[in-house]
């Protein structure tokens, strides 16, 4: 397996409100169907969130809140009062709470974030296509951050494989645009395997941890706070 690559991403450095920006957000949406993120991140909610349905869920890297609102589709049944808190370090326009569930936007830096939220007081950590964004010494200080805040956390990441790579080029046929079909092929370059992120994880010992290959493009990674 090739070593991680990263290179910077198209849509990091565009202006939030730049045309291919908002575009490739949208194309987003269509990315995560095509990989199932939601439903795999829902997935393993379910299964490993222990106890009494989970008060205060986090997404970082939130984007525009639309994997949130994916999850609150599968989860709000078993999951009726959530608050969702959205943090991104892009202004973005995230659409008013319609839902179950209550929602609140941040515009934060993740490990500035992280630092400054008090042990424990996150339930359930979601990431999207975020943790690839970092090199290893910076996943690092982001998973100890996250370690320390939450209870449950979950990532979905894609998979750095040939098959993921082959699935880029599928991309323009869905009508993803410049933007979004680069920073697909860069993040499968920068993507996870094997039990890359269980290595960087702290503190082992006191977490269950899984990692796995999930759906066909997909690199899924749950750390559960044992009891
Ligand atoms: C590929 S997008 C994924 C967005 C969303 N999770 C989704 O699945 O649609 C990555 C997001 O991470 C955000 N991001 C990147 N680095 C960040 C950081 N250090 N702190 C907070 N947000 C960051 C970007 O602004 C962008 O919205």
Do not use: Y
């Amino acid at each position: 397996m090739t070593p991680r690559v990263l290179v910077p991403e198209l849509l990091d450095q565009l202006p939030a409100n730049a045309p291919a920006a908002v575009r490739s957000r949208r194309d987003l949406r269509r990315v995560n169907w095509f990989m199932r993120n939601a439903a795999l991140i829902a997935a393993a909610g379910r299964r490993h969130w222990p106890g009494a349905p989970p008060r205060r869920l986090v997404d970082l890297g939130a984007g525009d809140g639309a994997l949130a609102r994916a999850l609150e589709t599968r989860l709000a049944r078993h999951w009726p009062a959530v608050t969702v808190t959205l943090v991104d370090r892009a202004a973005l326009a995230v659409p008013p709470a319609t839902g179950a569930w209550q929602v609140e936007a941040v515009r934060a830096d993740a490990t500035g974030w992280l630092a400054a939220a008090p042990p424990d007081s996150v339930d359930v950590l979601v990431t999207n296509l975020f943790l690839h964004h970092f090199a290893d010494d910076e996943l690092r200080v982001v998973l100890a951050g996250i370690a320390r805040a939450a209870r449950l956390f979950i990532a979905c990441e894609p998979r750095r494989s040939g098959r993921a790579l082959a699935g880029c080029r599928l991309l323009g046929l869905i009508g993803c645009n410049r933007v979004t079909r680069h920073d697909a092929r860069a993040s499968v370059r920068a993507g996870f395997a094997g039990r890359e992120l269980s290595g960087l994880w702290p503190v082992a010992a006191r977490w269950e941890l899984r990692e796995r290959p999930a759906g066909l493009f997909s690199h899924l990674f749950v750390a559960r706070r044992r009891s």
